[in-house]
């Protein structure tokens, strides 16, 4: 059975949540709410580094080139007057393209979680994707109101923040990618005990 108590995640305040001077009250979200710190450091991430990151497979791009094209629609544009394609592979690939640059334009701050289901907890302590949909109390609807119908004819990524880790495979190969293992450290929260026992 997979061990839930001890599941990792990764997360990394984006551009945007740097500048915004948005560290400090995106970590107190997640320690408070009881998830360990094991590792963390500040990033200048390369596109090559990021082309790693976010997957080249058809799954990822079709899934954003999806949600791209719907958000084109509901606001009522042509998408393919915007974007010269109306294939959900093509569109995603674009954002894909807008995505790297924008995360590779300035520092951001790169860190581990673990804790219970840590994975799920974190996404939902993130909230949605799309800010202007994330529900109050969540760090992108507390702190962002963008949406794609407004980035996307400024061809730009929907700036949500932060990045968390999808699933516990996309963790694993996330703080492989991130972190060296001597940059991840055990130590104990003393609440970890009254929540886990000893
Ligand atoms: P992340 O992986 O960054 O935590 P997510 O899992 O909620 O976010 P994904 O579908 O993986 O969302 O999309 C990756 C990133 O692409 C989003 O965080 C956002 O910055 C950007 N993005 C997603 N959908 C759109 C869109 N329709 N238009 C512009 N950018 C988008
Ligand atoms: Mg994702």
Redesign the pocket.
Known sequence: MPDVRHERTL?FI?PDGVQRGLVGEVLRRFERAGLKIIGLKMVQATPDFLEKH?PQTED?LR???G?????FAAAGLDVKEQTGSDDPLAIGRA??G??ID?VASSPVVAFVLEGIQAVGTA?KL?G???PFRAAPGTI?GDFSIDS?TV??LQR?????L?????TVE?ADFEIGLWFRPEELFAYRRVDEVLIQGE
């Open positions: 997360i984006k976010y990822f899934t954003l080139g949600k791209t094209r719907e958000a954002v894909r807008w995505l924008y996404r993130v949605d994707t799309l992108r794609p980035a996307n730009r990524p929907v700036r949500n932060i990045h968390a880790s999808g996309e």
